[in-house]
């Protein structure tokens, strides 16, 4: 019973975005380890736009513009390598830790 | 002619300046309507490149990229002369937005003369299809294509395709290169058309093609070829052999000169110099093959 209340809390916590700064050609941090379920949010901080493709086209943000920003939730885990489409030297990885380690 | 001193020398003239590689590889200028007496390079204009047109951009560096666009049309629409065509040397839109695309086109469509668009790589952001919906290549289905004009054999080259390694021509472009170059004479003048620089310009900011050099040395048979690109925003000029390179200007705005900054990206400079800084390339080719290029600004 108490399991399944602590699972059912961890489900529906609003956990904060994490974030990753887009400034100076570089995200920040390069490398993000987050929970599987976890959001990422990513801001572009420069005054050229970006991009967040993953190199395995398993998600893409699409053009961001100076300012804009973008969510994307990683449900699976595992170690995904992004770069920037437009400045494909910008290089970032997510490290997606499973939720519980058996 | 450095770098600085072109500058000044067409901020000078506010008209622009022709250039031409003598037989030693070195450019030499001449100003444009110099003396009140009409260029002969602008009697016999060829073809007029644009490039980097970033329609959607909003920043400090260029408020409204429409109205460069359109004064860039204005500009060779008034041309005493028509040219064969127009090239767009890519990056049309800044975001390959919809309504980027739509505006882009309503603008370039009010050209005189046929349009000729290449991809950049902002033009293909999350998908390739917009861009080739919008302007669909006349031949073939992959975008790179070469047709023949009054001599000259004209080839247009696509660097963008691979987002991780740009630009990057990729195998199946390099074999169809390869067949396309075998049916011409070495005589016959080359024109080259890309997005990003074919040889390795800058590479630390990404300014190079990374097989280009498979291309060049299928070029390097060839008596007189010019390869033209857009994507650094400057003017850049370089040769190897009997290839000539030239990087054009904007239509937006312009990026730092290599080195001169952290990084790449829109270099905001005062309205008077922005105008100095970015517009259109006539190209005479006379009767050698041999290109004539003249940069001409906004101001």
Redesign the interface.
Known sequence: MYQMILAVLLAAAPSTPAPVAIS??QFRPATLKIVAGQTVRFVNR????H?V?A?DRSF?S??L??GDSWTHRFTRPGRYAY?C?????MRGTIIVLPKRRS | MKRGAFLEHVAWTGAGIAYAVTAGGVFEGKALAAEGKAPSALDHIEFVQISDSHI??H???NTDVAATLKASIDAINALPRQPSFVVHTGDVT????PEQFTAAKDLLSTLKAPLVVLPG??D???SQKRFFDVFPPEHGRDGWRSWDDRGVHYIVLVNVFD????GLLGGPQLAWLERDLSTQRSTTPLVVFTHVPLYALYP???WTTEDGVKALAMLQRFERVTVLNGHIHQVVRHQEGNIVFASANATAYPQPAPGTA?????L?LPHDALLRAIGYRTVELQEDGRAVIGDSTLA
């Open positions: 100076n050609f420069d005054g050229e736009a991009t493709t190199t893409d699409g053009g513009d100076s770069i489409a437009l400045h494909p030297f | 959607g951009f920043q400090a560096a800044h975001l390959a937005k790589e902002h293909m952001i999350g987002f991780e390694k740009m630390k900011w990404g952290p990084k790449p990206g829109p905001t």
